[in-house]
C-alpha cells in the first residue's frame, strides 16, 4: 500500500508535466483500488459518478478501455481498438435498420430439453439467439451458419472461463491460438459492427438467461424483463470531456430498456431495445411450460463475472403444460 501511496504521489506530481493519454492508462492498473477508495479517485483527478443520478454528455463519452484482454478481444475480432466509437455508431445504425421483434422462441421450440446440464443448455439458448441474430442481420450466409454457431460457442466458453484472471486468459490464448487465428481469419470477412452479434449476446443474454432460470426456479411464472439484468461489475470507466470518470453501477428494477444496468442516461448499451425484446421471447417461450431443475445446489463464484461453477452437475427439464405454469427445483 506505501509503495501505491508514493507512486500515485509522483504520479499526482508529475501529473501536469506528462501527457493526460499516459495518466489516464497508469492510472486504469489501479481501478480496482481507487474502486474501494473514492478520496484517492479525488486526488488523482478520476470523477466519480453513479449510474441512477450521471447524465453522460452523448457525444463526448466513450468506453474507457484499457489493458492486455480488450486488446487480445479485438486482435482476436479483426476490430481495429481506435475506432470504438465507428463501431458503435455502425452497430447502432444497423439496429435501426432492422427494428423488428426477436423470437428465439421459435427455435428454443425445437429442442428436446429433457435432464439437459447447464452446460448443454447454455449451448442451446446461444445457438437459438445467434441463429435468430443471423436471420435478421444476415451476418453469414445459411450455409456458413453452423460455423458461425461453432466459432460463437467457442469464444463465449473462452471469456467465460478466463474473465479476470490475466495469467489463466494468456495460457488459454496460447493453448488454443491456431483455433483463434481460424476463427479470426473467418471474422475478417464479417463487417466491424456485426461482429459484434458474435461475441457479446453469448456472455451477457446467453449467461444472464440461464443464471435467472437456475437461480429464480421457484418464480419463474413471475419472471419481467429487467429480473434477467443484474450486475456482472461494480463500475465500468469512461472517458467524457476529456475527464476520466468511473460509474459505479447499481441494480434498478425498472421495467424498460432505459434500466440503468444498461449504463447511465446518455450513454447506454448500444444493445438495451435488443437485450429487453430477446428476454421477452424466453419469457414467451416459458408460458405454459414446466420447468424442472435437479441435481446440485448452485456454487456461484462472484468474479469480473458471476458464474455457477457446478454447471455440469445441474440439470434443467422444460416441458409443455396444458393449463397452468408450474416450476419445481429439487436436490439430490
Ligand atoms: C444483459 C445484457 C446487457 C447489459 C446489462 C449490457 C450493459 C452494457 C453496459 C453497462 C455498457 C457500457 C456502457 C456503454 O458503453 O454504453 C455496454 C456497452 C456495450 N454493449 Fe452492452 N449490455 C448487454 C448486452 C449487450 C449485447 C447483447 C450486445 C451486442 C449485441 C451489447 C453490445 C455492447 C457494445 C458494442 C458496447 C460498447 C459500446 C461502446 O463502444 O461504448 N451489449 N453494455
Known amino acids: ?14 501529473g501536469y508535466s506528462i501527457s493526460r493519454e499516459f495518466k489516464f492508462y497508469i492510472l486504469s492498473f489501479f481501478f480496482g483500488i481507487f474502486y474501494n477508495y473514492p478520496n484517492l479517485c479525488k486526488i488523482v483527478g478520476i470523477k466519480r459518478v453513479k449510474d441512477y443520478e450521471w447524465k ?12 492486455i ?17 465507428e463501431t458503435r455508431k455502425n452497430f447502432i445504425k444497423i439496429q435501426n435498420n432492422h427494428n423488428n421483434n426477436y423470437m428465439i422462441d421459435k427455435y428454443l421450440d425445437q429442442y428436446e430439453i429433457k435432464n439437459c446440464s447447464i452446460d448443454e443448455f447454455r449451448i442451446i439458448i446461444t445457438n437459438c439467439i445467434i441463429r435468430e441474430l443471423n436471420d435478421k442481420f444476415n451476418i453469414v450466409d445459411k450455409e456458413n451458419e453452423a460455423q458461425l454457431l461453432n466459432d460463437s460457442i467457442f469464444l463465449m466458453n473462452l471469456f467465460e472461463g478466463v474473465t479476470g484472471n490475466f495469467m489463466t486468459s494468456l495460457v488459454f490464448f496460447m493453448k488454443n491460438i491456431i483455433k483463434l487465428l481460424k476463427i479470426r481469419k473467418s471474422l475478417g470477412k464479417i463487417p466491424d459492427a456485426l461482429k459484434v452479434f458474435i461475441l457479446i449476446p453469448p456472455l451477457t443474454l446467453s449467461h444472464n438467461i440461464w443464471t ?6 421457484n418464480n419463474l411464472s413471475e419472471l419481467q424483463e429487467h429480473d434477467f439484468l443484474f450486475l456482472d461489475s461494480r463500475y465500468f470507466c469512461v472517458r467524457s470531456s476529456d475527464e476520466l470518470v468511473m460509474v459505479e453501477r447499481h441494480s434498478c428494477d425498472k421495467n424498460t430498456p432505459q434500466n440503468t444496468v444498461f449504463g447511465p442516461i446518455g450513454f447506454q448499451c448500444p444493445a438495451n431495445n435488443l437485450s429487453f425484446k430477446i428476454f421477452k421471447s424466453f419469457i414467451n417461450y416459458l408460458k405454459n411450460k414446466r420447468v424442472h431443475v435437479t441435481g446440485e445446489t448452485p456454487i456461484i463464484h462472484h468474479g469480473a463475472v458471476n458464474d455457477i461453477l457446478n454447471k455440469s452437475n445441474i440439470f434443467i427439464t422444460i416441458e409443455p403444460v396444458l393449463n397452468k405454469l408450474h416450476n419445481t427445483y429439487s436436490n439430490v
Open 1 to 14: 500500500m506505501l509503495e501505491f501511496i508514493t507512486f500515485i504521489s509522483i504520479l499526482f506530481i508529475t
Open 69 to 85: 484482454i480488450p486488446r487480445m478481444i479485438f486482435w482476436l475480432l479483426n476490430i481495429e481498438f481506435s475506432k470504438i466509437r
Open 56 to 67: 453522460a454528455k452523448t457525444t463526448e463519452t466513450e468506453i474507457y478501455l484499457s489493458g
Open 212 to 217: 435467472t432460470i437456475i437461480l429464480n426456479h
